[in-house]
């Protein structure tokens, strides 16, 4: 059973565009909600993060939204830039020391 | 800015042998993690490590696989006999209290011939 769903497996966002990644969950004891990036041959570092007692958070360019009674959250990417362009992963988590599910990832290419 | 360290960055091995993958997570966190990713594919929870002892473990986490903390500052991902299907990227992971982030390190990329 997957428990945290992501789409789409790609992007293509024209530099200066927006780019959007959902996720979708199914066990609603998780409480953190942190977003991942990754390029290629380095570890996940984290970009964002959200707990379900607000629903967006903003950090310059990039929020996330978050709706509990849908159990879904994304990433929006404001003004992508070509430096953005990595693998981005969705993740959940609850409780104390649990482990992260993660999604399956969004590949993003931001083209100049 | 602390941050997790694994060594190897690259392991070569035949089908077989044992591995030892090791991290130095960031020195004041308790709580640590090993995850795998195979190439091109989503992170996968291995195992979680806390007080000395495994907290949570994953199916993958099988009796091939052994975690230690053999000092204050290690924690190291065993293989006992290594499988090709082994072969993948190992991430260390630690957070302080548990809760929210978890740190990633850079990871050991396994390949098994």
């Known amino acids: 059973q997957q428990q945290v769903k992501q789409s789409p497996q790609s992007l293509i966002v024209q530099k200066g565009g927006i780019s959007i990644i959902n996720c979708a969950y199914e066990n609603t004891a998780f409480d953190y909600f942190p977003w991942y990036q990754q390029f290629p041959g380095k570890g996940p570092a984290l970009l964002i993060a959200i707990r379900p007692d607000v629903s967006e958070k903003k950090e310059g360019r990039f929020t996330i939204s978050f709706n509990k009674s849908a159990k879904q959250f994304s990433l929006h990417i404001m003004d992508s830039q070509p430096g953005d362009s990595a693998t981005y992963f969705c993740a959940a988590t609850s409780n104390t020391g649990n482990q992260f599910y993660f999604g399956t990832g969004t590949s993003l290419t931001v083209i100049p | 800015e602390p941050e997790v360290t694994q060594t190897p960055s690259h392991q070569v091995t035949q089908m077989g042998q044992e591995v030892i993958l090791r991290c130095v997570p960031i020195?004041?966190?308790?709580?640590f993690y090993w995850y795998r990713q195979i190439l091109g594919q989503k992170v996968e929870f291995l195992v979680s490590f806390y007080n000395n002892e495994i907290s949570e473990k994953s199916e993958i986490f099988d009796d091939q696989f052994s975690v230690e903390r053999p000092d204050g500052s290690n924690f190291t991902l065993k293989i006992r006999s290594t499988k090709l299907e082994d072969s993948a990227m190992y991430f260390c992971?630690?957070?302080?209290?548990?809760?929210?982030?978890?740190?990633f390190g850079p990871g050991t990329r396994l390949l098994v011939l």
């Open positions: 992971a630690s957070t302080r209290d548990g809760r929210g982030t978890q740190y």
């Open positions: 020195s004041n966190h308790l709580y």
